[in-house]
């Protein structure tokens, strides 16, 4: 049995809407010679190109856009399906109020795009500067504007299905044109293998989700999270996931230089939270609540072997003198 790889595309490889760092798109193009895989993107395929680099297009088994409701087999556009979607005139005047009475101030234009074959929903609007997306990202983290429209939705159309997406977004589609519906394509045409999901919004109402679920129900299936939702930085978690060897469908964390044993990093918030402080440079004892002693690692393994920050940022000497 062979592994087989599926990538959500924004905060799991890339940045928010933003190319993939260099250094990180080097180190995957090297993996990606050497390994099978899909993309999937609630973006369409000219974000994605926009996104990630045509090498690593180009070495993809194949390309599922708009959440999975566009497949594509080859970065130039080569099409295997495509699910329309005619979005309800209720809905749009739905989504049109929404905007009128949010909370938020600002409006940047775009704010409802209709892809074809789903619908993507910004209360700022697509067309916001990356401040102003930063901007609503975190008003949206102490609102839950996105969880309360998305929630009115669903409860709301029952024929329809709407998930939180990247930084500022809803998408809505059809019940069951979400990303689950892209497993099936994907054991087709790659039978009787392992197969690994890593994105960064899998819990429940993210658009990782549905996918997400499906692959926890299904044999010979395993799911990571990379990171905390739309953290710029997820495509570090996704790195330190895919370099140490998986086992038995979880990464062998025990060979990193952090961890003492390998610990399930998957679905749930928590073991994010509890990820963060088994790497934290004072995490916390759960038994006595209080710090315990850093832990010393030698300094080319805990860069050459993990990862920095700042990617390859080398710590001072003082940062291992203080122990």
């Known amino acids: 049995m062979k592994n087989i790889y599926i990538f959500d ?10 190319m993939m760092v260099d250094e990180f798109a080097d180190w995957f193009k090297n993996w990606s010679s050497k390994n099978k895989f899909y993309l999937v993107s609630g973006s369409d395929l000219k974000k994605m190109k926009e996104q ?19 497949y594509y087999t080859e ?8 699910n329309e979607f005619k979005p309800p005139t209720e809905l749009i005047e739905f989504l049109d109020e929404k905007i009128l009475k949010s909370q938020y101030g600002t409006r940047a ?10 619908l993507n929903f910004s209360i ?34 029952t024929d329809l299905s709407a998930v939180i997406g990247g930084q500022i977004s809803i998408d809505i589609a059809p019940k069951g044109n979400d990303k689950s519906q892209i497993l099936y394509h994907i054991m087709k045409e790659q039978p009787n293998n392992k197969y690994f999901f890593i994105g960064d919004r899998t819990m429940e109402g993210g658009n990782d989700y549905p996918l997400a679920k499906v692959m926890n129900e299904t044999d010979n299936c395993w799911v990571f999270q990379a990171g905390e939702p739309s953290d710029k930085n997820g495509y570090k978690e996704t790195y330190k996931i895919l370099k140490y060897d998986i086992h038995e469908g979880y990464p062998d964390f025990s060979k990193s230089p952090h961890l003492e044993s390998t610990d399930e990093f998957t679905v749930k918030i928590e073991s994010i939270l509890y990820l ?20 010393r690692f030698e300094r080319k393994t805990e860069i050459n072997e993990y990862g920095d920050d700042e990617w ?12």
């Open 109 to 118: 234009g775009n704010h409802i795009e209709n892809r074809g074959s789903m």
């Open 9 to 18: 595309v924004d905060g799991t490889l890339t940045p928010s809407r933003k």
């Open 75 to 82: 970065w130039m556009g080569k099409q295997v399906y495509s």
């Open 52 to 70: 990630v680099p045509q090498e690593i297009l180009e070495r993809a088994e194949g390309l599922f856009t708009c959440g999975g409701n566009e």
């Open 124 to 157: 700022v609007g697509r067309d916001c500067s990356d401040e102003q997306r930063q901007d609503y990202f975190e008003y949206d983290l102490e609102s839950k504007e996105r969880e309360q429209i998305a929630q009115e939705i669903n409860y709301w159309r």
């Open 276 to 295: 963060k402080d088994k790497l934290a440079e004072t995490p916390i004892d759960y038994d006595n609540l209080g710090p315990i002693p850093k832990k």
């Open 312 to 323: 390859s940022n080398p710590k001072p000497d003082s940062y291992y003198d203080n122990d």
